[in-house]
């Protein structure tokens, strides 16, 4: 499905043909569970091998913030690596750091010319994030960028599960 330059699908984020895709990692970079072990895992370690080049340069990486690297094996040809935040209780600018983080990704995609992008969902996994307020904060923050930017041509949202899936199409209206 596809809204002017957003599409929504549910699948596999590491089988997805795009320019570039996002990694919800953790701040080592080196790898995890979720989508950032399945990135990790599925890419070969060409990424963890640029991951700990850009760890040996400025250290980790923090919440909000995003690095690319090579994609290795997957079909992409980069991933844009980004810290959401663990969720508490919403006071402690939990939004505002989710928003940094998709934001961060799209200003980089940008800069190394990306024209189609795929995120996963952020945050919603291990770290807790409300799934409905996550997409809601990822469908603004990407819509608001795309309406002053055209170097992203396409942002691809990738739904692992069920539930994702059926909150980011009620939110885009399908």
Request: aromatic content about 8%; proline content about 2%.
């Amino acid at each position: 499905m596809t809204i002017n330059r957003i599409e929504l699908v549910q699948g596999d984020i590491t089988k997805v043909k795009a320019d570039a895709i996002v990694n919800a990692a953790n701040t080592s970079l080196l790898g995890g569970g979720g989508v950032d072990g399945a990135i990790h895992r599925a890419g070969g370690k060409a990424i963890l091998e640029e991951c700990i080049k850009i760890r040996n340069r400025q250290g980790s990486c923090k919440t909000g913030e995003a690095v690319m690297t090579t994609a290795g094996d997957l079909p992409a040809k980069y991933v844009i690596h980004t810290v959401g935040p663990v969720y508490n209780d919403g006071k402690h600018g939990e939004d505002e750091l989710l928003t940094s983080a998709y934001l961060n990704s799209l200003k980089l995609a940008t800069e190394n010319h990306v024209t189609t992008l795929a995120f996963p969902n952020i945050s919603t996994g291990i770290y807790h994030f409300p799934k409905e307020k996550a997409a809601a904060i990822a469908i603004k923050t990407v819509k608001d960028y795309l309406a002053d930017h055209f170097i992203v041509r396409q942002v691809i949202f990738v739904c692992f599960d069920d539930e994702n899936y059926g909150i980011y199409k009620k939110l885009l209206k399908y």
